[in-house]
């Protein structure tokens, strides 16, 4: 492997000048970048002379922001198939191995309150930073080194020798295993960066083009200008794109649409599809309305849909459905006209938020080039990829926190040996 000089975003070459032979050296046995939540599971896990590095000035950000403070740390039913990724099979191994009850039996352990909230996801009762204590508890043996960035990463003999950067001094370091737990691209300004990718293509690993998920989703102007006025309308609905479906809350914001529905779909949403939207798919509305038809004829058709649906709603349904008058008007013909647009409404969004708001990254390390048990590279020995850096993306609901912590288990472990 020829040497590559690597700089992250804000930092300067080593190329310009700086010796690194002049810096002080240590000898460890498992440098891990990137103090998230796989990165410090990981930490957990992979024995004496551990180090991670992070250039935020915490460690585990996204866990304290994660679930509105509370940290929805797992879902009681994860399965492989709530994961996306170019090979559904790869995450089985790691899943199955390191499971959502090892985890919950760790916090059941350290005493931290929790609670379902719905569909098997597990939060805290008190606070996300419950969650990062434990694990910096469970990482105490690691050296963990914030405020701390990657100057260049070399492959050596034995391993890998790094330059690290903390408060203008550089350090070197020589490792035998290096673990990438740089997580995706999403929320940028919280430190997110494609480090990760980088460092793979510098070792001419794979990596499947990114984009983002989880994220709520925009839309041309003429449907804009339909929905704005309805910012802040929510209700339940079954949203299906590309043959997946989920039914859980959407929301109309200004910006277009969001809500757990939404964020779902976005994942298997590509430019160009549409979605499809079952509006309160648990209510029969059409035959409410033609119960009512009977007793109360000489009601607005919009007014007796606006009784099931918030009222700004209604009216654009009603508007989309070329429906006007009363109840009494509506014939069986226009009622299942209705009924289309109610179960299946069809809308193209033109893109979504972007990584600025998106919960994760889909896409990234092809599996492909990893060892499905341990994480390692198949080409460079040493060489770890967790987490979110990798093309396996969890579900809303506990499912992501539960592949950071299956993997950073899997490659901890196996370094460990
Ligand atoms: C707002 C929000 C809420 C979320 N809520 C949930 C939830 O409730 N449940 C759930 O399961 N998932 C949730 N997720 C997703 C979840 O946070 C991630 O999937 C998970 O954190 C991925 O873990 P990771 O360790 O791979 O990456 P991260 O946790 O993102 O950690 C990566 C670390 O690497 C560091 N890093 C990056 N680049 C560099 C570099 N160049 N040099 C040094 N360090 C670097 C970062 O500073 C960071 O500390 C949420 C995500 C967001 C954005």
Redesign the pocket.
């Known amino acids: 492997m020829n040497l590559r000089f690597l700089s992250?975003p804000s930092g300067t070459p080593l190329a310009n000048g700086r010796k690194l032979s002049h810096s002080p050296h240590m000898q460890i046995n498992t440098l891990i970048?990137?103090?998230?939540?796989?990165?410090l599971m990981c930490a957990a896990h992979s024995g004496p002379k551990t180090m991670v590095?992070?250039?935020?000035k915490a460690?585990?950000?996204?866990?304290r922001?994660?679930?509105g403070g509370k940290?929805?740390?797992t879902n009681m039913y994860a399965e492989p198939q709530n994961f996306l990724s170019a090979n559904p099979h790869f995450c089985k191994s790691a899943l199955s191995r390191y499971t959502q009850w090892d985890f919950i039996e760790m916090v059941a352990a350290a005493g931290i309150p929790y609670h379902e909230k719905t569909l098997g996801q597990l939060f805290c009762d008190t606070s996300a930073k419950d969650i990062i204590k434990l694990l910096k508890t469970e990482a105490r043996g690691a050296d963990i080194r914030l405020n701390t960035?990657?100057e260049h990463i070399a492959k050596a003999e034995n391993g890998f020798d790094v330059a690290l950067m903390h408060e203008g001094k550089l350090t070197s370091v020589s490792t035998a295993n290096l673990v990438v737990?740089?997580?995706?691209k999403?929320?940028p300004k919280m430190?997110?960066?494609d480090?990760g990718y980088r460092i793979a293509r510098q070792f001419d690993i794979d990596v499947l083009p990114t984009r983002a998920g989880l994220v709520p989703l925009t839309f041309g102007q003429d449907i804009m200008e339909a929905l704005k006025p309805m910012a802040g309308v929510s209700l339940n609905a079954r949203v299906s794109c590309n043959g997946a479906a989920f039914e859980e809350g959407l929301l109309i914001t200004h910006r277009g649409l969001s809500g757990p529905s939404i964020l779902q779909a976005s994942s298997y949403w590509h430019e160009k599809d549409s979605l499809f939207l079952h509006l309160e798919p648990a209510l029969d509305i059409v035959q409410a309305l033609k119960d009512q038809r009977q007793q109360a004829g000489r009601m607005a058709v919009h007014t007796a849909l606006g009784a099931h649906l918030p009222s700004k709603l209604a009216n654009y349904i009603i508007e989309i459905a070329g429906l006007s008058g009363n109840l009494a008007d509506q014939s069986d013909n226009d009622l299942a006209q209705l009924e289309a647009v109610l179960t299946e409404l069809e809308m193209r969004p033109t893109g979504s938020e972007g990584y600025r708001t998106a919960?994760?990254t889909l896409g990234g390390v092809n599996t492909d080039a990893l060892n499905s048990k341990t994480m390692e590279s198949r080409t460079v020995p040493g060489l770890y990829f967790?987490?979110?850096?990798v093309d396996v993306t969890?579900w809303l609901g506990?499912?992501?926190?539960?592949w950071?912590w299956s993997s950073g288990w899997a490659a901890g472990t196996a370094i460990a040996g």
């Not at 967790?386 to 850096?389: D, L, S």
């Open positions: 992250t970048i990137g103090a998230g939540a796989a990165g590095v992070d250039h935020a460690a585990g950000e996204k866990i922001i994660s679930g940290c929805n740390f960035s990657v737990a740089t997580g995706g999403s929320i430190g997110a960066t480090f919960e994760v967790i987490g979110e850096v969890g506990g499912y992501n926190f539960q950071a």
